[in-house]
Structure formats: C-alpha cells, structure tokens
C-alpha cells in the first residue's frame, strides 16, 4: 500500500489508528512531517457546487473497452468504485487545502467545501475531434458541455465539471479548461470557442480514471496556478512561487527543493519561507521532501495550505493581501466586489 493509500485510508476513518508519517532522521532545523487529519468542511465560506460526469464505453464482457481506452480495461464495476473513491479523497484533499497553515495552526479550518450535486454516466466513448496540432484526436468539450446540458447546470449553480475518463494515449485532453465572462483562464491552450460560453464562469477539470488521487488534484494546482498568475503575475508567480531555488514557495512540479519537473521526494535541503511567507521575504528554515513525506499529494496539499488565506495579514504595496480562496472559488463574485490578490 503506497503513501497516498494509506493517509487517505486514515482520512476516510477505516484504520483503528491514526495515519502517523515517517520520514528518516529529521534535519536540523526541518519541522516534523505534514499531515492534514480529515478536516470539517461544513461551516467553510464557500461552497462550491460540482456536477461529476463519467464516460463509460463497455465492451460485451462488461469490461472498460480497452480497444477505446487505450490502458483501462478492468470491469465497470470496478472502475465505477475507484472513481468514487478517488471522488472522496479528491474532495477531502482541496477541502484540507483551503484551510490557511492547518498543519502548524489546528483551529484553521477550509473555507471552500466541494459539494457534488449529481453524478452522471454516460456509457459512451468520449466524443473526440481532430484538432489542428494534436497528433491523436482532442476530447470535444462542447460536444460534452451539450450533451449534459451545461447551460442547465450552471444556471443551477454548477461552478465546476469533474468530467472521469481517461487518456491512454488515444486522446488528447486538458487538465482544467475554463469558459464564462472573464474567458478561459486554464491550464488550456485557451481556445475561447472549445467550451459553450456562459453568463457565468465555469471549470472543467479532465480527470483519467487510469491515474490515482494525486494527478486529480494536480489538475487543480495547475488551475489555480493558471488563474492566479494571470490576476497578478508578480505577486503569485513572481513572489510566491518564485525561481527555482530561490527561497520562495514552488509549484506543483517543483518543491522549494526541486531540481528538476516532479522532484518531490528529493532531500537535498533548500532554504525556503514557504511557511512565513511575505512578499517581501519572511523567516525561512532549511528543510527537504521529508517535510511532505516526499509525497506528491501531501505536498499538494501543504502548498495550497501555504496560500494566503483566511485572516492571513499580510500587505503588498501597502494594500491587504486577499483570500486567494475567494478567486479560487467563485470568481465571478470576487472580480464582481472588485477584489485582487492584493486590494
């Protein structure tokens, strides 16, 4: 049983005891391991409403079709348990996420709840079309968008889609792809015409039900890296996540330590404010991927706990530093009340 297994079998409550993570010797001067206990989401600010799609072609056996697929072919059945259990752990993870420094703070709690509304099947190869500069066929996502009636949905509320597939090598796919008022602010090429465009904003995250909870959730590290780069990119990218090595926060791919794309299990020390961070510079400390189990999942989790938060006080250009959630979140509402990350 991998790391990622056995933290979110503490988090769903099925061991006696409590998931405690290991990690070596510590390091002079590196605190004890990350862990986010399952947290209570219920009385979060936002709440924000998810409609999760699944496409399912069968073949007669009762199988995933393989032959559309490409690697997936166990059976429906079982596939239709995985999906719902990395729904949970997915769900539990960005809630842990949005709760500002939990691991050295017990009482912050999230302030966004991921509520899934409907699940729906769809017992049908993705519907694909060939688009100019891919090599394999593209998932059409207006194709999708209509067949579940979108424009329902969000009048409904929907904010995100959590659309279950899979890859394979026989699609081409984008991890997080946005459409509404503001445009297509995603981890996309940003093709303004491959999603119905709405009077509201809403997010497509491409899930592949080959993969794990953790390439879920880096979906939405690169969705809300996309986002906040484009809201102010020298408070995000150059200030929080800074240059490679250079003391700030990191990224998805790349730890504080990082060296190279997806370096999270790399003990090499770096120095980083991470947990202190200001835009200007805040206390650091040495430490190394022991600080998140050399995990990429707990790593996730520790960064988006590391966004400026709730009640986070801090200033930039003498203005206060928003709850980089609100964006996250619901943001039409937040440009709406003319937020920014900062002001």
Known sequence: MGLADRLFKAIDGKSSKPFTPGGGPPMLDTPAPVFS??????????????????????DRRGNIDRAVTGDVGEPLDQIRSKVSAVSRQVHLALEAGSAHHHYKNPASQPCVRYDTVQHLEIMEPIPTWNKPGHKVPMADYNAIMHRIDIAEWVARGIKQVWLWGYHGGVIDMWESNMAGPHGDISNSDRDPKDLPVLDRTYTVF???????????????????????????????????????????????????NGTRDYDWANTKPAITDIEDWTPEGGPTRRMDSRRWNQDSLTWFIYWMQNLPGANNGLTWKGKPITNWWWFIADLDDALANGKRLAG
């Open 37 to 58: 206990p399952p947290l209570d989401a219920s009385a979060a600010q936002w709440v924000v409403p998810v409609l999760e799609v699944a496409y399912y072609p069968v």
């Open 206 to 256: 491409h899930y592949n039900y080959g993969r794990g909870p953790s390439e879920a959730v880096e979906d939405h590290m690169h969705q809300i890296e996309a986002l906040l780069r484009t809201l102010d990119h020298e408070l995000f990218w150059d200030r929080f996540v800074g240059r490679t090595g250079g003391g700030r926060c990191g990224w998805a791919h790349f730890p504080p």
